[in-house]
């Protein structure tokens, strides 16, 4: 069974660009969150999803900043205009529906940098 | 809202040895629950091992158990005779029994990075 895949796993974009980043969950996973993990910094809470529905999007920095999962399946992230701040790494994890004290499954991550 | 303390930036172990990582964390729920999650260089995240805050019993897995102070809010990870293979970036995790809203997310603490030397 594949695990949780992200692409690309490093973008270097200039500041004021546009990145999207892609996340292909376990197939059949309801669930999908975002996290992002800036240098030396906790990982923290962007947005979760069920199915193709935003259930919590609290943790999503600003309006730059836009999720979407068409269909229920692959979520894609993107960011514009990127600026500095930006700069991290974007964890993307999975986990099936129903699970209250389950472990998500989490792909390697996607490498920002904005210079 | 809860957060989680690792104050730990790195920690080193021989090959064999034992090492215990720190957390702590910060919550007004009574029951919860507690993750540690492992990073290996250039992997993926995967769970380690997860604690009920409602059970006494410290929860084991293999080599790995956790030494859980629910009064001091300390959810400590001790690996017994380290393995290279445990050379990892570690992260400790709390999530809230509630499953809806913003409940179901994790809050994790900075990790720590454990070297294993030979």
């Known amino acids: 069974e594949a695990g949780v895949t992200q692409f690309p796993s490093h973008s270097v974009i200039e500041k004021g660009q546009t990145v999207t980043l892609r996340c292909d969950p376990i197939s059949g996973h309801d669930n999908l969150y975002w996290y992002r993990r800036v240098m030396g910094k906790e990982i923290k809470f962007l947005l979760h999803?069920?199915?193709?529905?935003?259930?919590?999007e609290s943790g999503m920095p600003n309006n730059r900043f836009l999720a979407e999962r068409t269909g229920g399946t692959y979520s894609t992230l993107k960011v514009q205009p990127a600026e500095l701040e930006d700069s991290g790494v974007y964890f993307c994890?999975?986990?099936?529906?129903?699970?209250?004290?389950?472990?998500?499954?989490f792909g390697e991550g996607s490498r920002l940098t904005v210079l | 809202a809860q957060t989680v303390t690792q104050s730990q930036p790195e920690m080193s172990v021989q090959e064999a040895e034992t090492v215990t990582l720190s957390c702590t964390y910060d919550?007004?729920?009574?029951?919860?629950?507690l993750f540690w999650y492992k990073q290996p260089p250039s992997r993926q995240m995967i769970l380690v091992i997860r604690q009920e805050a409602y059970k006494q019993q410290n929860a084991t897995e293999n080599r790995f158990s956790v030494n859980f102070q629910k009064a001091a809010k300390s959810f400590s990870l001790k690996i017994s005779d380290s393995q290279l293979g445990d050379a990892a970036m570690y992260f400790c995790?709390?999530?809230?029994?509630?499953?809806?809203?913003?409940?179901?997310?994790?809050?994790f603490g900075t990790g720590t990075r454990l070297q294993v030397t030979l």
């Open positions: 999803f069920v199915k193709e529905s935003k259930q919590d």
């Open positions: 995790a709390y999530r809230s029994t509630f499953n809806t809203g913003t409940a179901s997310k994790l809050t």
């Open positions: 994890a999975s986990s099936p529906h129903g699970q209250v004290v389950g472990e998500l499954f």
């Open positions: 919550t007004s729920e009574s029951d919860y629950y």
